[in-house]
């Protein structure tokens, strides 16, 4: 049963509200910049007047296009595409500095890209990603507040829920989507309080153990990963550099850390599509030598999937490594989302790309040469991908060699 307008309404006004006070969690004096498709309007509109009833100075919405983002990487000049955006980084990493709060609404296409050349989208993603290293370093080290949410768009639920009626697919997304961020609770925001608390005490266990390794293994994945000396395992909420909570990810399901960087080794299999640069990626092995991808192999997207590593030296790395049980609400639901957001917290997943430096004791104080010194990848991406499964085992390496179970058939072992 569909939900009726009202009770649409009224979710929406307490998702704004958690977007808003949990997810960002925008404070009396602080600017909050959203980041949004146009097609979120009235949730962007509900989200701007939640945060000027708390007192936000100003919402500076930044709006995209699905339709002229495609025109643009069918038709733009080739330089474009290797042209630094340096004015928005620029105005960016001057609203980080100045303690601005970052709100990004998400209702992507898995396929919004399908079909363009994968050079064009590659030399996009790389020089951005240079142009914004300055905010990223103020977003990765947790300097500022920044938080990410989805809502459906019509051509992400046909991909979600083919075989329900059209006119239905939306609402359905809607409702799987108020479940994952648990707005089908009788007090959310209780709720979420309460989620976060478990998720601490699993990475409470984890830095009491202090593993120097973990040990993949499950079909198709044999991978172990040294950890660096000092990681620290984090879970959903954040502390920026004023002391304010924030969750980065709604929904958010996992504890995570940093590896060691060149401590990678083996091969790991992916579980589940993902969705990247408006293409699917499936089916792929990843092997590691030291750390550095030294193959890959993918049953769909593998050109897409080659240039993601060739971005930079970075991109050939991990930077997370992410515990997500297989018993969660997300995998349990049994939907796959081909979003991120949602499918990395239906299993665990590993990051390409640049680690966080909260992940390291004191790293939120270090400069990227200590973190690098410290055994953290830097890059200019970041993407998760998902290898979890009921079928995988993961064992924690004490520094004396000591082995104790993690995961066990794709569960907490303890």
Not at 30 to 40: E, K, R, S
Not at 250 to 270: D, H, I, Q, W, Y
């Given at each position: 049963m569909s939900m009726t307008e009202t009770e649409l309404q009224d979710k929406l006004s307490k998702y704004a509200d958690l977007a808003v006070q949990i997810g960002v969690n925008v404070q009396p004096g602080?600017?909050?910049?959203?980041?949004?498709?146009?097609?979120?309007a009235e949730f962007v509109r509900l989200i701007t007047a939640k945060a000027y009833a708390i007192g936000a100075?100003?919402?500076?919405?930044?709006?995209?296009?699905?339709?002229?983002?495609?025109?643009?990487?069918?038709?733009?000049?080739?330089?474009?595409?290797?042209?630094?955006?340096?004015?928005?980084?620029?105005?960016?990493?001057?609203?980080?500095?100045?303690?601005?709060?970052?709100?990004?609404?998400?209702?992507?296409?898995?396929?919004?890209?399908?079909?363009?050349?994968?050079?064009?989208?590659?030399?996009?993603?790389?020089?951005?990603?240079?142009?914004?290293?300055?905010?990223?370093?103020?977003?990765?080290?947790?300097?500022?507040?920044?938080?990410?949410?989805?809502?459906?768009?019509?051509?992400?639920?046909?991909?979600?829920?083919?075989?329900?009626?059209?006119?239905?697919?939306?609402d359905k997304l809607w409702e799987a989507i108020f479940h994952t961020v648990r707005l089908d609770r009788e007090d959310p925001v209780a709720a979420w309080q309460e989620h976060l608390d478990t998720l601490e005490s699993k990475a409470?266990?984890?830095?009491?153990?202090?593993?120097?390794?973990?040990?993949?293994?499950?079909?198709?994945?044999?991978?172990?990963?040294?950890?660096?000396?000092?990681?620290?395992?984090?879970?959903?909420?954040?502390?920026?550099?004023?002391?304010?909570?924030?969750?980065?990810?709604?929904?958010?399901?996992?504890?995570?850390?940093?590896?060691?960087?060149?401590?990678?080794?083996?091969?790991?299999?992916?579980?589940?599509?993902?969705?990247?640069g408006g293409n699917v990626i499936d089916g792929f092995s990843i092997t590691f030598e030291q750390g550095r991808i030294t193959n890959v192999s993918a049953e769909q997207g593998q050109e897409a999937l080659e240039y993601l590593i060739s971005l930079d030296e970075g991109a050939k790395y991990l930077g997370e490594v992410a515990l997500v049980p297989h018993k969660s609400p997300i995998s349990e639901s049994g939907i796959l989302y081909f979003n991120t957001l949602f499918d990395e917290n239906a299993s665990n997943h590993l990051a390409i790309g640049t680690a966080y430096a909260f992940c390291l004791e004191g790293g939120k104080e270090m400069n990227q040469d200590e973190l690098t010194a410290r055994g953290l990848n830097n890059s200019v991406t970041h993407v998760d991908f998902m290898i979890g499964s009921a079928e995988m085992d993961i064992y924690g390496i004490t520094a004396d060699g000591t082995r104790e179970p993690v995961f066990q058939k794709g569960n907490w072992a303890f």
């Open positions: 602080q600017i909050l910049v959203v980041n949004a498709p146009i097609t979120a100075s100003q919402v500076k919405v930044n709006w995209s296009d699905e339709f002229i983002t495609r025109q643009q990487f069918e038709h733009a000049s080739p330089e474009v595409f290797t042209k630094a955006p340096t004015w928005f980084a620029g105005e960016m990493t001057e609203l980080a500095e100045n303690g601005a709060a970052f709100l990004s609404v998400i209702a992507e296409n898995p396929d919004a890209l399908k079909g363009i050349d994968p050079e064009r989208i590659a030399n996009f993603q790389k020089t951005r990603g240079a142009a914004l290293t300055k905010y990223r370093e103020l977003q990765m080290s947790d300097k500022v507040s920044w938080s990410i949410v989805a809502i459906p768009s019509q051509p992400w639920a046909d991909k979600v829920f083919p075989e329900v009626p059209a006119d239905q697919r939306v409470n266990v984890l830095n009491a153990k202090k593993y120097a390794s973990l040990h993949y293994i499950a079909p198709g994945t044999d991978l172990s990963i040294e950890l660096p000396e000092g990681h620290l395992w984090a879970q959903g909420d954040s502390i920026n550099a004023k002391g304010h909570s924030f969750v980065a990810n709604m929904p958010t399901e996992e504890v995570f850390t940093a590896p060691l960087k060149t401590g990678v080794n083996g091969t790991v299999r992916s579980t589940k599509p993902l969705s990247y």
